[in-house]
Nanobody
Framework: QMQLVESGGGLVQAGGSLRLSCAASGRTFSRSAMAWFRQAPEKEREFVAAISWSVGRTYYADSVKGRFTISRDNAKNTVYLQMNSLKPEDTAVYYC???????????????WGQGTQVTVSS
């Protein structure tokens, strides 16, 4: 089992920045691929970014590439999502997820956090 707790969400103006954190406990974090997904009202949950456990390879959705950066600190059992140049369309609940290897489909992830709200005003 693995427990994930997100933090860092909030309200920000367009063009601003936020950093989300996801603290993990339980299952070995250092050997888990970690990902961020988001879900806007009346929309499906979508992939945002992921990072592998082995070499820290990163993956991004086209919509956030160049603006968001995923990183991890295995000593702190924490994964981060640095979000810059935020746009109103980035508004969503952001979820942290974990599984053995990186995938980009939400249904393939075993563990989920409760989510943190990000709201970008225009």
């Amino acid at each position: 089992q693995m427990q994930l707790v997100e933090s860092g969400g909030g309200l920000v103006q367009a063009g601003g920045s936020l950093r989300l954190s996801c603290a993990a406990s339980g299952r070995t974090f250092s050997r888990s691929a970690m990902a961020w997904f988001r879900q806007a009202p009346e929309k499906e949950r979508e992939f945002v970014a992921a990072i592998s456990w082995s070499v820290g390879r990163t993956y991004y959705a086209d919509s956030v590439k160049g603006r968001f950066t995923i990183s991890r600190d295995n000593a702190k059992n924490t994964v981060y999502l640095q979000m810059n140049s935020l746009k109103p369309e980035d508004t969503a609940v952001y979820y942290c997820a974990a599984r053995s290897v990186v995938r980009t489909q939400a249904y393939e992830y075993d563990y989920w956090g409760q989510g943190t709200q990000v709201t970008v005003s225009s």
